[in-house]
């Protein structure tokens, strides 16, 4: 074996084993369980192995690695998952995330991964377009939307301070003036962990009530606008809520918001998605005025996890709460350092499995996805809610809806009902046919129904539906 058949046969062999692995798995979604199908405790008795005192062969640790997994993988990669709202992997995209493994590069810099910096610049061009937001804005790619929902609320306290005179990034937050952050009910409550991340602590939260259908209305928001007037302000507005998928009135909050000077930033984390479609783009009327955007690719692009994405109309802004210099490294002019814009020095290129993502879908194909989950939701919503002891709570405008299960007794109380919802969210996944999540909207517990998946197919809603009316017919 020559010095070159040396260093190639060590990977070659693992990795061959381990795509075996791959395509075994990818290739049984359609018939496996799309829930767990261990305990944590077994679990834990396999993956519990003694540290071993000498190494262990790579193929030999891939192989007990499958075997000790299998059973705890959840099917979120396939099209009969509808929990939370996870998106499913491409084809290019996972194999670009191989690549990006493979070619392991620190992209923080340009220095340490030109053509990942590269990659990036292309993404947040492509991204902005798609999603309909001004071409100045900056972004940064980030691990999801909790991290995306720091970077652009960090810019807006660097903005909102530097106009009262205030330098954040220098004097820190003890004896600065207060900022208040105006949001609704419906808030998701990454964006409480952002505040706490920040600095700025849930305290800063006024909380707003919404209408019927979960909207923002422009006399609450003025109301509360009108309070407290001399605060420095953020508006965090919803573009699809995680339970009914609702869009605040953009059109009429932006400008109202920016009246009082407030930092209007949106919560997009599956939502903004809608505006690649021209069936729903028009939720998002007027959004583009907005200060700072976030949404996901881990959700509705279906890039591998993790993938989010922050937007900051305000460039300098944003560079001026992130970007950090040091002596050890290395700038190129007139090149982009993705760490200038983002949390993290040690990052991985995330921007290469979207752009193979957005390259594989194109423009028709993203839109395309878009409507198809949603009709996906629609029907199963509607079909599940048809069912004898079940009940539709809100029919999906986008990919997001809800169905209760109610208890059979004749004086059945809103805890029956809520522990028969429940129950029948537990047996479902028991099946191994479907999986769905819980949440309590406006009191009562329900079965949320989420749409996200590029397989997800009519055949696919046709075994949900199927699986859910014989769990009911067991009851």
């Given at each position: 074996m020559n010095e070159t058949e040396a260093m190639i046969s060590p990977f070659r062999q693992v990795l061959e084993q381990t795509l075996t692995h791959a395509l075994s798995y990818l290739e049984q979604l359609e018939q496996a369980p799309v829930g767990a199908t261990v305990e944590r405790a077994a679990l834990r008795q396999r993956l519990g192995?003694?540290?071993?005192?000498?190494?262990?062969?790579?193929?030999?640790?891939?192989?007990?690695?499958?075997?000790?997994?299998?059973?705890?993988?959840?099917?979120?990669?396939?099209?009969?998952?509808?929990?939370?709202?996870?998106?499913?992997?491409?084809?290019?995209?996972?194999?670009?995330?191989?690549?990006?493994?493979?070619?392991?590069?620190?992209?923080?810099?340009?220095?340490?991964?030109?053509?990942?910096?590269?990659?990036?610049?292309?993404?947040?061009?492509?991204?902005?377009?798609?999603?309909?937001?001004?071409?100045?804005?900056?972004?940064?790619?980030?691990?999801?939307?909790?991290?995306?929902?720091?970077?652009?609320?960090?810019?807006?306290?660097?903005?909102?301070?530097?106009?009262?005179?205030w330098d954040v990034e220098r004097a820190g937050l003890a004896g600065a003036p207060p900022i208040r952050v105006l949001t609704s009910t419906e808030h998701h409550k990454s964006l409480e962990r952002a505040l706490r991340l920040l600095g700025l602590g849930t305290d800063s939260l006024r909380v707003l009530p919404v209408d019927e259908y979960g909207r923002l209305l422009p006399a609450t928001l003025a109301q509360a606008l009108a309070k407290e007037a001399d605060f420095p302000t953020i508006v965090v507005l919803q573009a699809g809520d995680l339970n009914i998928g609702a869009y605040d009135?953009?059109?009429?909050?932006?400008?109202?918001?920016?009246?009082?000077?407030?930092w209007v930033h949106i919560d997009g984390a599956f939502g903004l998605w809608a505006q690649a479609s021209p069936s729903y783009r028009h939720l998002l009327r007027g959004v583009d005025q907005a200060d700072s955007w976030i949404t996901d690719g881990h959700k509705w692009l279906n890039t591998p996890y993790d993938c989010g994405y922050a937007f900051v109309a305000h460039p300098q802004a944003h560079r001026g709460a992130l970007a950090q210099q040091a002596d050890y490294i290395v700038r190129t002019e007139a090149a982009r350092d993705p760490s200038d814009w983002n949390p993290e020095w040690s990052r991985r290129g995330r921007g290469v499995a979207t752009y193979a993502a957005l390259r594989q879908l194109g423009r028709k194909g993203i839109a395309d996805l878009i409507e198809r989950c949603c009709q996906h939701a629609e029907t199963l919503v509607t079909q599940i809610g048809s069912l004898p002891g079940a009940q539709i709570v809100w029919k999906p405008q986008v990919n997001q809806g809800l169905v209760r299960f109610l208890d059979k007794g004749p004086t059945a109380t809103q805890a029956q009902h809520d522990r028969r919802t429940d129950t029948i969210i537990a047996r479902i996944a028991e099946t191994g046919e479907a999986f769905f999540s819980g949440t309590t909207w406006r009191g009562q517990r329900c079965m949320r129904v989420s749409v996200c998946n590029w397989q997800t197919s009519e055949q696919d809603v046709a075994r949900a539906v199927a699986a859910v009316e014989r769990v009911l017919m067991q009851e």
């Open positions: 192995r003694q540290f071993p005192e000498a190494g262990i062969e790579a193929t030999q640790v891939i192989d007990e690695l499958v075997t000790d997994m299998a059973g705890g993988i959840i099917g979120s990669a396939g099209g009969r998952f509808f929990g939370w709202v996870i998106g499913g992997t491409l084809p290019a995209a996972l194999a670009a995330d191989w690549l990006t493994a493979t070619w392991d590069q620190n992209s923080a810099r340009y220095t340490g991964g030109p053509a990942e910096a590269v990659i990036e610049e292309v993404c947040g061009a492509w991204l902005k377009e798609i999603l309909g937001l001004p071409q100045e804005a900056s972004f940064a790619l980030v691990t999801g939307s909790q991290m995306a929902h720091v970077t652009c609320l960090a810019a807006a306290r660097h903005a909102l301070l530097e106009r009262v005179g009135p953009f059109a009429e909050l932006i400008p109202l918001a920016h009246q009082f000077k407030a």
